[in-house]
């Protein structure tokens, strides 16, 4: 019995003593193997030093010999200590359960001492002994390799988990051998500068996403592209791309013209045109009174009238007059700068025409994206191939079709004559209400109502939302690509827009006449005024100073260029306010009403009438650019103007994404916008040259207001220039000036500046004729190899 109970433990002592031994002889053989592969480098290296070097080597041999083999006798003992065990099985028991406890804690000791002498002996050896340079080399092909495996990882046709596991392999690799590509004591110093390139790199990508969360309202305009296509998407595009630009027209009004006005001017009260009219004051702060833009509204920063015409403000003697002029000027230029770069931009993008080759097994095969991880984004991804696919199926099908041709031309025609008579009916429209609002001015506006007052601007809004769709049940007869359709469609709408636009100027043409003649007036008043004023209280040939009057008292003129701002304020202003009920109506409400009225309706009005809306492309697009048009034309004589257009369309752009998200559907034929938004910068183009021409008008010709403005006093506007070169400039230089300023120069250099034009447009098209010409060549060279 005592035998059956000593057996197990004796066997397991053996067995751990076994498996120890053949273990240590294990890593004995590695290490003395490493240890001679480094003692025959460093031989080789060393064997043309001194003797005293070589007297060196020896010494560190022997004793690494020595070290060797007192390591081999230790195994040894334990191995004798385990035979001694087997021998004495019968004897005491205590001592041999004792003896395997006290083997093992000898041996944990013994091989912690062997693991802190091989280290320290190879961070020694390390440390003297560098790599060959043949090692060196094939460190630096694996490095290159793994590097370039870790470029072209995402391209491999594997599975996410395989690409993780040797994406992290490689990286590993690459940042443990790296740093001993260096040569001795460079080695550091290329350790150092491998870590600061990775993160110069990193600090890049990561600058790089940091400035696209940067760009506004980037993943709303592409979950839109997702569902809608993007032709829908462009507009946005559009609407930001508009919105950024009126900040910068914003930036330089409000920096430059209602900032200094506000700090270094004259305050509200100190004189006439920057205090409300006595006879006003009472209705001056109602709610009716500042939606109209009158009262304190009308005398305040946001118009023309209110800027005082002294020469230098304040103790930094700024000149508002100059500053004024400048600002307008810039912001028109500087308008014209934007939009031909950005045309020229678009169109170098467009580059040589779409290849259209063996599209549909493009998007097949290359559309999905594999490192998508949200769920969100792999819906919005799979509406985007969808909606994709579609506009390639209508792209594919509208270059097969085959029409009736002379029933196609008689539809077109008849559809033209139908865009004419509205436009026609339109025009006239707007012409007889807006002499009819004169009839109602001469009369006087308080006589008459809300909607008498405010006719124009709600005919033309009226007009603005009703005729586009119109429009678009005339486009039905026509039969053209949707692409096509929409510029036909936004054709019309800008001619309908462009006619009512004029006809509301040359309304204001006419009534800025009328100011002018009642202006003469006014003055012919103010003089006998004041004559009765100094001769009811001065005696004659009396010297006295002059009387303190309030302001409030003081007649004043009617200030033409107020009443311009004023008018284009409340176009605005109707403008906007007629896009969010239509919106809140004729798409909000529509899609509730069809949402929850079709389970008891009797027939399906999803699908039937009145279904869900769909997104008016061309109506908001021309309202967008018409909207800007009467900002460019509006914002000399209401410096406050640009504010009320960014504050517009920063909500215009949450409430639309919200609109369309919510309430609109795809359309029926989605298609795929061009690449460019040309057309859209063209019409932009054309409106912003309409809407130079009234301002450059009023400043050249029409004089400004006497007693109103910073340029009141003078005969023209732009005197403010001349009269800044005679006091702040040397003689010469306003010679050199008004030479510059001649006909007979400027002329000459504008028919070079068409000439130039002309010339590089020819060549434009003569490049993109040839590369167009290249493409074909090689397309069919291709089809020629293949047929081999």
Known sequence: EKEKKVNPKTRRGNARGRVRKD????????????????????????????????????????????????KQQEPDEGADNNKGGRKGRGKNETKQEKKPEEKGKKDKENKK???????????????????????????????????????????????????????????????????????????KFYAYKVMMTKKWMKFQRDFENFKTACIPWEMKIKEIESHFGSSVASYFIFLRWMYGINMILFGLTFGLVMVPEV????????????????????SAMNFATLWDFSGLAQYSVLFYGYYNNQRTIGWLKFRM?????????????YSYMVVIRTMAKNANEEGG??????????????????????????????????????????????????????????????ANFFALCTLAGSGYLIYFVVRRSQKFALEGLDNYGWWERNEVNMVMSLLGMFCPTLF?????????????????????????????????????????????????????????????????????????????????????????????????????????????????????????????????????????????????ISGNVLGLIFNQGMIWMGSFYAPGLPAINVFRLHTSMYLQCWAVMCCNVPHERVFKASRSNNFYMAMLLFILFLSTLPAVYTIVSIPPSFDCGPFSGKTRMFEV????????????????????????????????????????????????????????????????????
């Not at 053989?29 to 240890?35: I, L, M, P, S």
């Not at 700090?263 to 920057?274: A, D, F, I, N, S």
């Open 113 to 187: 001492k062997d693991k802190s002498n091989k280290g320290s002996s190879s961070e020694s050896e390390s440390e003297e002994e560098p790599i060959t340079e043949e090692e060196l080399a094939k460190l630096k092909e694996e490095v290159e390799e793994k590097k370039k495996l870790i470029a072209t990882l995402r391209n491999k046709p594997w599975k996410m988990k395989k690409k993780l596991d040797i994406l992290k392999e490689a990286q590993l690799f690459v940042e443990k051998f790296e740093g001993a590509l260096g040569k001795g004591k460079g080695k």
């Open 472 to 616: 678009d049940v005339i486009s039905s007869l026509e039969n053209y690509h949707p692409r096509i359709a929409l510029r036909w469609q936004l054709g019309r709408i800008f001619a309908l827009f462009l006619g009512n636009l004029y006809t509301f100027i040359i309304a204001l043409m006419d009534e800025i006449n009328l100011k002018l003649e009642e202006e003469k007036i006014v003055k012919y008043n103010m003089t006998i005024w004041e004559a009765s004023l100094y001769n009811g209280t001065i005696p004659e040939n009396a010297t006295a100073p002059p009387i303190q009057v309030d302001p409030a008292d003081v007649p004043r003129g009617p200030c033409w260029e107020t009443m311009v701002g004023q008018e284009f304020v409340r176009l605005t202003i109707s403008d906007t306010m007629t896009t969010y009920i239509t919106i809140l109506i004729g798409d909000f409400l529509r899609a509730v009403f069809v949402r929850f009225f079709n389970y008891c309706w009797c027939w399906d009005l999803e699908y039937g009438f009145p279904s869900y809306s769909e997104f008016d």
């Open 263 to 282: 700090l270094m001017g004259k305050p509200y009260g100190t004189l006439p045109r920057k205090t409300v009219p006595r006879a006003e004051e009472a």
């Open 721 to 788: 220039i001349s009269e800044t070169l005679e006091n702040d400039f040397p003689s010469w230089f306003g010679k050199v000036f008004s030479y510059a300023s001649n006909p007979g120069l400027i002329l000459p250099f504008i028919l070079l500046m068409v000439l130039s034009i002309y010339y590089l447009n020819a060549t434009s098209k003569s490049y993109k004729e040839a590369n167009l010409d290249l493409k074909k060549k090689l397309q069919s060279q291709a089809e020629e190899n293949k047929k081999r």
């Open 353 to 414: 025409g779409d290849d259209t080759s063996f599209n549909f097994s493009w998007k097949m095969f290359t559309s999905w994206d594999y490192l998508i991880g949200n769920p969100e984004t792999a819906d919005n991804k799979f509406a985007s191939i969808t909606t994709s696919f579609k506009e390639a199926i209508v792209e594919e099908q509208e270059n097969r079709k085959e029409e009736n041709i002379h029933l196609t031309r008689f539809l077109r025609v008849l």
């Open 23 to 70: 273990s240590e002889e294990e890593e004995e053989t590695r290490t003395a193997g490493q240890r001679r592969q480094r003692n025959r480098r460093a031989q080789r290296k060393q064997a043309g030093k001194e003797d005293s070097d070589s007297d060196e080597e020896s010494c560190k041999t022997k004793k690494n010999r020595a070290n060797q083999i007192s």
């Open 321 to 333: 007059p100059l500053s004024y002029f400048l600002v307008g000027v810039g912001t028109i230029a």
